[in-house]
């Protein structure tokens, strides 16, 4: 399958894991999964591995706290960089990198070179940070972007994923790139004429995803013309 993908010119830029970091788990369980993914990974031919960091906020932890989760991600980067892989956390709510303050501590407590960042601009600006101002001080470390859109943000726990992962949960809120309420108009500008390499991944968990991938795809095509008429070319990642 991965061949016949590949034939294509597709390939995985990121793999997506849920790996318990602040769990009761112990260690040599966490290292044997920790260890699975990395392999799985590989496998993927990708060479990063997004985790969530664990699930409590930033304000719910204690000093002690902090410790125990930056030692542990420090462990988990260590074990996936002898294998060439990055470990890759992502800006998300009820995480310890759910703000841009947060996600600075995280990144700079843990203090490993094969960690990186997974900027999620919603999730950031549901954090009440501005999305451009956090994407200049978080660009050393992201290496992947997830892009979506919420319709306003009283909807915005549409994302929580015991919603999204739910057969029955809702889809009130999710839309299209462009309409809104963050504005992702000016987040695609200064990617697009930033000399970024990380690449943008819509994420999408509404219906009909090849028909919205079409439509996002001219949207952001169109955005690409008026900037750069003869230099960019957008690609489905
Ligand atoms: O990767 C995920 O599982 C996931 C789920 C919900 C989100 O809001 C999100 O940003 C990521």
Redesign the pocket.
Known sequence: MLDEMFSYGLDISML?D?IPLMGNLPMDVLLKEWQDTVQAAKAFHTNKL?I?AGSLSSQSLDEKDWELCTERLKFLCTVAEREGVYTVV?T??GTAADGLDSTLQLLRQTSHPALKLNL?F??MWESGADPLAAYERLKPWMVNI?L?NVEARQWLEV???DN??SPSGSRRGIVALADGEMDCQAIMKRLILDPTQAPVAL?W?GANPFQILKSELGWLKGLESGLKPEKVEVTGT
Do not use: C, M, N, T
Request: hydrophobic content about 25%.
């Open positions: 997506s849920y997004r969530f992502e998300h709510p999620d919603l999730h997830h979506k994302f929580s994923p999204i992962y994420e968990f």
